[in-house]
C-alpha cells in the first residue's frame, strides 16, 4: 500500500467515535478562534477586493460569503473566505476549515461529520508538514498554502463521504494544484493562499467524486509531492504515512493559535519584550535602542526592514517591536496602515537591531534556536529578557478562556453580542447539530447587523 493510499484509507475510515475527547475540544477551539478572525478580516482591503472579486464573478448561490450577505459556488465561497480569515494574518493558517464549512452548507452536512473533517483535515496537513524538513521553506515555497491543500481535499472529501479510492483520486489531484511561493509574505496575495488552498481542496474532492482519476500515490510517488516540494532526504514517508492516529496531532501538536496578528516569527520576540518592559515599567520616551537576538531565518521570512502598510508591518520585526513598545500592546490596533507609517514608531522601529549571532536558521537546524531581547535606555541601563516557546505554541498553550477572549475581541462592534454569543453556543455543541444553517445564516447575512 503506497503512502496515498494509506492516507486515504484514514481519511475514509475516520468515524469521530474514535477521535479523544481531547481532540474534539481543541479542534471547537480552533473553529472559535479561525470564525472571530474571519469575521475581523471582514473589515481589511484584502477582504474588499476579493468579496467584489468574488460578486463580480457570480456562481451558483450554494454557500454563503463571510460578511458579504451573498451566496456563490462552493469552491469560490471557500476561495473568499480562505482569504478573509487570513486576512489579519492571526489565525492558523488552516484552509481545511473554509472548504469544509463551504462544503458542509452545500450538503446540509450535519455538525457531527463537519467535526471529523476538520480533525480529518488538520491531520493531514499536519502530517504531511512535519513529516517535512523545513528546509522546503528555504527553498521558498510557502508551506501553508503547500500541505493546507492536502489537508483542504482530506476534510472536503470527508464531509462528502468519498470512499478510499475516490480520496485517493482527490489527493492525486490536489498534488498538481498545490503551490504557494513565499515572495508573497506581505502582500496581499499571502492571504489569498489560504484561499487558493481551500478552493483547491474542494476542487479536487468534488471532481474525485465526478470520476476523475489521478496518479496512485501523488503524495509519495517518485514524481509526487513530498519529492517536489521537499526533495530526497527532507522527508520521512514512514512517519507520515504510518503514524496516523498513533499519536493524534491535534493532541501532540495542538493547534498553534495566535495572540498577535502578525508573523509567526515575531511571536517570540514580542513574547519577551512585552514581559520585559512590563515587569519594568518602560516607557517608551526612556528606550534608547532595541536589539534582537534571533535565528536567521526570522529575517528569511519577516523580510521588510521597513513597514509602509499594514501588510508590511506584519513581516517587518523592526516595527513589530517598536509598536508593541510604543503601545504596550500587540493587537489589531497595531498592525493598520495608520499605526505603520506614523512617524514616532518608525522613529523607535530605526533604533531596531536585529542580530543573528551565528547565521543559523531554523530551517536547517530543526530545533528551537535561542531568543534574546535587550533595550537598552536612554540612562545606560540595559534590560534584557530571553524567549521560551511562544505564547499558542504547544508548550505554552492558549486556554480555552484565552481563545474565546480573543473571539470576543475579534467580533466586538462587528456582531450584536447575542449573535457572537451564539455562534460560540453552536460550536461548543456542534456535533449534535443536524445541520450548521444557523451558523452559516449569521455569518452570512447577519454579520453588518
Given at each position: 500500500?503506497n ?20 481532540a ?33 464573478i ?18 469560490t ?14 489565525d492558523?493558517?488552516l ?26 483535515g ?5 502530517k ?80 474525485a ?5 489521478s496518479?496512485?500515490?501523488g ?9 517536489l ?7 520521512d ?10 499519536p ?9 493559535i ?8 515575531a ?27 534571533v ?7 519577516m ?13 517587518c ?43 543559523k536558521?531554523e ?27 511562544a ?5 505554552n ?8 477572549e ?30 450548521l444553517?444557523e451558523?452559516f ?7 453588518r447587523?
Amino acid at each position: 500500500m503506497n503512502t496515498t493510499e494509506k492516507i486515504a484509507q484514514f481519511v475514509a475510515r475516520l468515524d469521530l467515535s474514535e477521535v479523544p475527547e481531547r481532540a474534539r475540544a481543541i479542534a471547537k477551539g480552533g473553529i472559535i478562534d479561525a470564525l472571530g478572525v474571519a469575521i475581523a478580516g471582514t473589515q481589511t482591503e484584502v477582504a474588499h477586493v476579493v468579496t467584489r472579486w468574488t460578486r463580480a464573478i457570480g456562481g451558483t448561490p450554494s454557500a454563503g460569503v463571510i460578511g458579504g450577505a451573498f451566496k456563490t459556488s462552493s469552491a469560490t465561497a471557500a476561495r473568499a473566505n480562505g482569504a478573509i480569515g487570513h486576512a489579519l494574518d492571526f489565525d492558523p493558517p488552516l484552509p481545511m476549515l473554509p472548504a469544509l464549512l463551504a462544503l458542509a452548507e452545500c450538503e446540509r452536512a450535519s455538525g457531527r461529520d463537519v467535526l471529523a473533517a476538520y480533525v480529518a483535515g488538520f491531520e493531514v496537513q499536519s502530517k504531511l508538514q512535519r513529516g517535512v524538513s523545513d528546509k522546503h521553506s528555504a527553498h521558498g515555497w510557502h508551506s501553508n498554502t503547500v500541505f493546507g491543500t492536502f489537508g483542504a481535499t482530506a476534510a472536503a472529501a470527508k464531509v462528502l463521504k468519498l470512499d478510499a479510492r475516490q480520496v485517493q483520486m482527490a489527493f492525486g489531484i490536489a498534488a498538481s494544484e498545490a503551490s504557494g511561493i513565499r515572495e508573497n509574505l506581505g502582500t496581499m496575495t499571502k492571504p489569498l493562499h489560504a484561499g487558493i488552498a481551500a478552493a483547491n481542496g474542494i476542487t479536487a474532492a468534488t471532481l474525485a467524486r465526478e470520476g476523475l482519476t489521478s496518479c496512485v500515490d501523488g503524495i509519495g510517488g517518485e514524481f509526487g509531492a513530498l519529492r517536489l516540494f521537499a526533495m530526497p532526504g527532507e522527508y520521512d514517508e514512514q512517519q507520515i504515512a504510518d503514524t496516523f492516529g498513533s499519536p493524534w496531532n491535534i493532541v501532540a501538536r495542538e493547534i498553534r493559535i495566535k495572540p498577535y496578528p502578525c508573523c509567526r516569527w515575531a511571536h517570540r520576540p514580542l513574547d519577551a519584550l512585552l514581559a520585559l518592559t512590563r515587569a519594568n515599567n518602560v516607557r517608551v520616551d526612556d528606550v534608547e535602542t532595541i536589539e534582537c537576538e534571533v535565528g536567521a531565518h526570522v529575517s528569511e521570512v519577516m523580510t521588510y526592514p521597513v513597514a509602509q502598510t499594514e501588510l508590511q508591518a506584519k513581516f517587518c520585526l523592526p516595527y513589530c517591536l517598536a509598536v508593541a513598545v510604543c503601545d504596550g500592546r500587540a493587537g489589531l490596533g497595531q498592525f493598520t496602515g495608520e499605526r505603520a507609517r506614523d512617524a514616532h514608531v518608525q522613529a523607535l522601529a530605526a533604533r531596531v537591531r536585529v542580530i543573528h549571532p551565528d547565521g543559523k536558521s531554523e530551517f536547517e537546524t530543526g530545533t528551537r534556536l535561542p531568543c534574546t531581547v535587550r533595550v537598552r535606555l536612554k540612562d545606560g541601563t540595559v534590560l534584557e529578557q530571553g524567549a521560551g516557546a511562544a505564547r499558542g505554541d504547544r508548550e505554552n498553550p492558549m486556554t480555552f478562556e484565552d481563545i474565546v477572549e480573543k473571539y470576543r475581541d475579534c467580533t466586538r462592534g462587528l456582531l450584536a453580542a447575542e449573535k457572537a454569543e451564539r455562534v460560540l453556543t453552536l460550536v461548543q455543541d456542534i456535533e449534535n447539530a443536524p445541520d450548521l444553517g444557523e451558523l452559516f445564516s449569521i455569518l452570512t447575512f447577519d454579520i453588518r447587523t
